[in-house]
């Protein structure tokens, strides 16, 4: 049984203003819960239905700071889901330190003001499976614990981190350690033709404006996604998690040996 | 000023089975709606603020049957945007004919069984994107005409063909025509190695399970997307759309001119 005010402060930490001064976000769904607790991530709150927390091992619940058993009704009424999975956990923020240096020696992505939760969610997704392992978000992108990009990178949020950074700064560093900055801009030379490295920073802009001004002379390479069709496709670009996905799989496609 | 029996009507065009009965379905968004006007579809009913309406030409109204002037909370009455645009229509479906021998010279999609609308809507753009000119359907894949599925195609949904169409139907004709069925398994050979032709169907599977068991038969070229990460992805697989996306830009590369 979860009391009323719990259920109201679980319910408020879906706005970032909560969030940040908590500091603690909600996970959910009994696949994610399952795997930060196997991940051994410190919980907050567990709070879920008796079918699943049976299902867990004292190893895996050490950890968890306080257990609630609740009923689907209850669930659902804390859930930001119109059909709430078995589990649901309250985690604290664990920001790992931003080393800048440490991103040099490898593929690291930059998202410039990249807005909509469910695509952010996607890039961390698409970054787990080519093994990019960090990604780099301008200040004004969309906040990482926002329940939409949690929801929509499934397990690969704990495989990826994701710093939230100056990208001014950050691009600079980059020229300065002579690192490449690839960045998807329309006149760009067709990615399929282009030499792409096994290290650099990969730069994509903002889902409508692209990249911003500010941000394009830091690009030292300028590539693009070109369109195949012959007649007018009916879209202006790809959106930006379907070019991210491809841009990572020309990458490592090219610049790492290929996976049997 | 748009009556309330107009505005029920078009709400209850949200649903798929209005939709079948009245062979009707909606669009919204300016860009969108003047798409459709400068492509010259016939529209039933086009309501708007005023501020639309003036930028049209009497040559892209033409084929506008009834035009209703609106404020936006009247717009926002009858939306499934949060914040509405400045326009919205209604059109009717007008599904082109399959002529399953035509798919057979170029390269064709199936999707079987894939339910999420935004996959489906993104599927058709990055296939718009590729010059993929026709989608198949299994029959019980999400509806095209979904507002959600309109509104993440974007304007390729004017471009790409959609055909719901039962599937080992489709197969068994391109397995009698000699045409290849490139299907996605974990089984696969990496599509990095594999080769690629301009033509034959692309089968993609739906979002948890994958091709269906009775469609596997058909796959003459079974292919994956490998995974690069070193470590555990935390994933099991790439979301749909994304695959796609980077499968359509496999067979491009692969198999036809780069552009510029």
Redesign the interface.
Known sequence: MISKNKARYIISLQKKKVRDEEQLFVIEGDKLVK?FLIARIPVKNLIAKPEFLSTLSPEMTRLVNETEEVTYEELKQISTLKTPHNALAVIPVNRPDLDIENLFGELTVALDFVQDP?NLG?II??A????IRNIVCSTDCVDLYNPKVIQSS??????VNVFYYDLRKLLTAACENKIPVFGTLLEGQ?I??HKLDNKGIILLGNESKGISEELVPYVTEKIK???????????DS??V??AA??VF??F??KS?P???
Chains 1, 2 share one sequence.
């Open positions: 795997e469910g996607t997704r698409a787990a499976w080519f093994g499934m397990g690969a949020f704990l495989h067709s399929y033709n996604i070109p369109g195949f069709s012959k007649t007018k496709p009916g879209i790809l959106n998690s379907m996905s491809i799989s020309e490592l496609r790492s290929i996976p049997e």
